[in-house]
């Protein structure tokens, strides 16, 4: 039997509001407009994370201190798949959208959304005529409603719109991931935005692109992969990099789990006073990765040569 909910005096509801925990606050925010507005004020006042991965099928997480919650967005019309074999008839029957699903409305955009496995709490499938559109409408929603920035963000060829949006957004994001042919991207961004932390995967990002991300200086840590050979000459152009030759490797410290270890590296000092390596990570199967970390560490450990 149903609860009802919003029938319940306006104090009552505000104590109720305040007690519901990220799962079932985000199925009441679905629901309508109305109850968005109702519990807007209340999760204000909580510190959310917003994670948003924008390609064709686009992962979204809200995440708050204990919960993680997890929305994919598929075709409500699968398209066909990209080849005959059968994993890939088996992988898109699994994404079909199942008979029995909860249809709800942002604007004038319809969607369906079900939970992906009974036994899997917290993740969800959502289907939309155009699941990458549709992903950039829950964001903005989400990010609107609550007054909260994308920490985040992983692009692709595709998301034009998505990093226009960003923008216009915030001035500055704790993790940017780039993936494919996305060069054309990097110079989109406010030169006063911030990225603390770039990531590239497969991309098509020459020496010269990577020599203006190092000159502008906005991030902290880049880690990106890309498809030719890396020329440090050209990458630290107009950057008084020193190159340095280690006997024993140093040991950079990023996490819990995470190090470098560095043995030769262009180092050089930034306009902030803090010290800067850049280096090669070491190639496998023609790939190569550049590396730039700034001092200290993690752990405090300051730069020595």
Not at 56 to 67: A, F, G, L, P, Q
Not at 138 to 147: P, Q, T
Request: charged content about 25%.
């Amino acid at each position: 039997m149903s609860f009802p909910l919003l029938h319940l005096p306006a104090v009552a509801l505000r104590t109720v509001l305040k007690l519901i925990e990220l799962p079932d606050g985000m199925n009441f925010i679905l629901c309508s407009k109305k109850s968005q507005n109702l519990i807007q004020f209340e999760y204000r006042l909580k510190k959310l994370r917003l994670t948003f991965h924008h390609n064709r099928r686009s992962v979204v997480r809200i995440s708050d201190e204990e919960t993680t919650l997890q929305y994919n967005f598929e075709y409500r019309s699968q398209p066909p798949p990209v080849s005959d074999d059968f994993p890939a008839k088996i992988l898109a029957k699994m994404r079909e959208m199942p008979e029995i699903v909860d249809h709800r409305k942002i604007g004038d955009t319809t969607y369906a959304i079900c939970q992906t496995y009974p036994n899997i709490l917290n993740n969800y499938r959502t289907y939309w005529e155009d699941p990458a559109a549709g992903a950039l409408i829950f964001v903005k929603l989400i990010a609107d409603l609550f007054g909260i920035i994308v920490d985040e963000l992983v692009v692709t060829s595709e998301s034009k719109n998505v990093v226009e949006w960003v923008i216009t957004h915030q001035d500055s994001i704790r993790e940017l991931s780039y993936h494919g042919n996305t060069r054309i991207f990097e110079a989109m961004w406010p030169r006063e935005f911030r990225r603390r932390c770039i990531e590239g995967y497969n991309t098509d990002f020459t020496n010269e692109d990577l020599n203006e991300m190092l000159l502008r200086g906005d991030s902290n840590s880049m880690y990106i992969k890309v498809r030719g050979v890396i020329d440090f000459e050209t990458v630290t152009r107009g950057l008084n990099a020193t190159m340095v030759i280690r006997e024993e490797p140093k040991t950079y410290i990023v996490g819990p789990d995470w190090s470098n270890t560095i043995k030769t590296s262009w180092d050089y000092r930034k306009q902030d006073g803090t010290m800067v390596s850049v280096f090669e990570f070491i190639a496998y199967e023609g790939k190569h990765t550049l590396v730039m970390l700034t001092w200290p560490d993690s752990e405090g450990n300051m730069y020595d040569s």
